[in-house]
């Protein structure tokens, strides 16, 4: 396009922030943003703002708040967008609106498609240990998740990753790839690619139960689990009756010879070690209950009879 194409954004939390941030840096700057309404949060509930309202309100780009972006189909039809970006917006955009822009609507998708469709695509690919994942640019249509492919990249799963570094690589990722894709889009330079819907898996949104952690499981198993929900919201097991939640763990090679769930040893300046089906595993960061997330061995000097002590599952 030769004149400044008219871009509208949508998106809510924290990963779409890399994306908006670019997008203004690359000359896509957008002329309006749409993000879902301030939600109450805290102890206090206090009304807070989305991550994205208080980007684009730095970056002085007018914001509209709302939960159904099919209410404003009238002005958005005067202001006539030529392309439609949503990233973790949170809403279901309608025939009315995805039909709407000269290019049509575009989203930012963290998994590689058609592989963990749905509202947990990140933590998904940590849960099953696997070593790949990456992110999609596609159409958006009538179904979840299911349009065609205009871009996807590959993203490497490190042993070290948990849910927080996971996202923000690929959030940093995907920013690139929604501006690439735009500029393809923009210029008529592309071509999709349609899903194979057979091969589609699905991932739902978190349930506290979802959290219990089983000591019951292999010790890999655990790991997976405890990095898919570091750090928050935390993956739950009680300490004598009480909850805790474990933040960060890692597998030893000390075969488990205990009931699983029992503390072995406390390592000094490290935490303290838990038998599982196959393996130890070492506990090296926890949140007890009502407190902040705390180095495990520093938890372990509060605790006098800890060695011994089982942790049992929350189910």
Excluded at 5 to 14: C, D
Aim: include cysteine; hydrophobic fraction near 35%; charge should be positive.
């Amino acid at each position: 396009m030769n004149c400044t194409p008219k871009i509208i954004f949508a998106g809510s939390p924290t990963f779409a922030l890399p994306t908006l941030r670019l997008l203004c840096e690359s000359e896509l700057r957008p002329s309006l943003v749409i993000t879902m309404p301030d939600s109450k949060k805290g102890r206090g509930k206090k009304l807070s703002p989305t991550p994205v309202k208080l980007l684009a309100q730095q970056l002085k780009i007018e914001v509209i708040t709302t939960d159904n972006i099919n209410n404003l189909l009238p002005m958005l039809q005067e202001l006539k967008p030529d392309i439609i970006i949503t990233v973790a917006y949170g809403g279901y955009l309608q025939a009315k609106i995805r039909k709407l822009p000269k290019y049509g609507c575009i989203n930012l998708h963290p998994s590689l498609l058609p592989a963990y469709r749905g509202a947990n695509p990140i933590k998904y690919p940590l849960l099953n240990g696997d070593k790949l994942t990456g992110y999609t640019i596609f159409k958006i249509i009538a179904k979840m998740d299911a349009g065609a492919i205009y871009y996807q990249q590959e993203t490497k799963i490190e042993d070290t990753d948990d849910f927080a570094s996971l996202q923000e690589k690929l959030a940093i990722d995907g920013a690139k790839g929604v501006v690439h894709t735009v500029h393809q889009i923009l210029s008529d330079n592309t071509c999709t690619k349609e899903q194979d819907h057979a091969l589609a898996t699905y991932t739902h949104k978190t349930k506290k139960e979802d959290t219990y952690l089983s000591w019951h499981s292999t010790a890999q198993h655990i790991s997976n689990f405890v990095r898919a929900y570091s750090p928050s919201p935390g993956a739950i097991t009680l300490l004598d009756g009480q909850q805790i939640k474990i933040i960060a763990c890692q597998v030893t090679s000390q075969k488990s010879t205990s009931t699983p769930g029992t503390v072995e040893q406390i390592h000094k300046n490290e935490g303290f070690t838990v038998s599982t089906q196959t393996c130890d595993i070492l506990v090296t960061t926890v949140q007890p209950a009502g407190k902040k997330q705390m180095d495990a061995y520093a938890f372990t000097l509060g605790k006098a009879n800890l060695l011994g002590a089982k942790l049992t599952d929350p189910l």
